[in-house]
T-cell receptor, first 117, second 111 residues
Framework: GAVVSQHPSRVICKSGTSVKIECRSLDFQATTMFWYRQFPKQSLMLMATSNEGSKATYEQGVEKDKFLINHASLTLSTLTVTSAHPEDSSFYICSARGKGRAGADVHFGNGTRLTVT | GEDVEQSLFLSVREGDSSVINCTYTDSSSTYLYWYKQEPGAGLQLLTYIFSNMDMKQDQRLTVLLNKKDKHLSLRIADTQTGDSAIYFC???????????FGTGTRLTIIP
């Protein structure tokens, strides 16, 4: 089955530094990738949608200059949390949809737990 | 905007059936999904149903959709300890690719 690999699974960084999270589709070409954020004991909140080769579309309230998304190839999207602060600590999850796939064919990574100290 | 609601907690005895309910507001929802999330992990797609279907069964899982009432349910037969997790329902449109998730239901199995 389709596999989405997300790295790192866990990262701790100091306040003010930047952190990059990678999301890779291992056995399919992902034309669209989604980035979600999940607070403890809460649901997933969509942050942005990225299509290969174009700028990401951010949801209302998400700072695009703080959460930089790059989808440079059909198998890789990255989320960079710039100048991280403790309130950015959260669980970040990516998902990907394959080229030509039906609407239900979305696969999730295992998430990245970010802790900012 | 779209809204998807679930009850937060459900406790079930091992071996019984679990029924997790979900309501949604977007009448244009085309796909409705059930995902499972174990602690510290990502989401695992359990099953999905297309909006023109009333029921879908896959081994121990049965999904029922009442489109008129915008109500979706997931029944897990013969619930096991390994079924302990948070279950999210989600919906998406045909062309709108993003998923809107419910609040999640934490399923606890009582031995």
């Amino acid at each position: 089955g389709a596999v989405v690999s997300q790295h790192p699974s866990r990262v701790i960084c100091k306040s003010g530094t930047s952190v990059k999270i990678e999301c890779r589709s291992l056995d399919f070409q992902a034309t669209t990738m989604f980035w979600y954020r999940q607070f403890p004991k809460q649901s997933l909140m969509l942050m942005a949608t990225s299509n290969e080769g174009s700028k990401a579309t951010y949801e209302q309230g998400v700072e695009k200059d703080k959460f930089l998304i790059n989808h440079a190839s059909l198998t890789l999207s990255t989320l960079t949390v710039t100048s991280a602060h403790p309130e950015d600590s959260s669980f970040y999850i990516c998902s990907a949809r394959g080229k030509g796939r039906a609407g239900a064919d979305v696969h999730f990574g295992n998430g990245t737990r970010l802790t900012v100290t | 905007g779209e809204d998807v609601e679930q009850s937060l907690f459900l406790s079930v005895r091992e071996g019984d059936s679990s029924v997790i309910n979900c309501t949604y507001t977007d009448s244009s929802s085309t796909y409705l999904y059930w995902y499972k999330q174990e602690p510290g992990a990502g989401l695992q797609l359990l099953t999905y149903i297309f909006s023109n279907m009333d029921m879908k069964q896959d081994q121990r899982l049965t999904v029922l959709l009442n489109k008129k009432d915008k109500h979706l349910s997931l029944r897990i037969a013969d619930t096991q300890t390994g079924d302990s997790a948070i279950y999210f329902c989600a919906e998406s449109g045909l062309l709108n690719e993003k998923l809107t998730f419910g609040t999640g239901t934490r399923l606890t199995i009582i031995p």
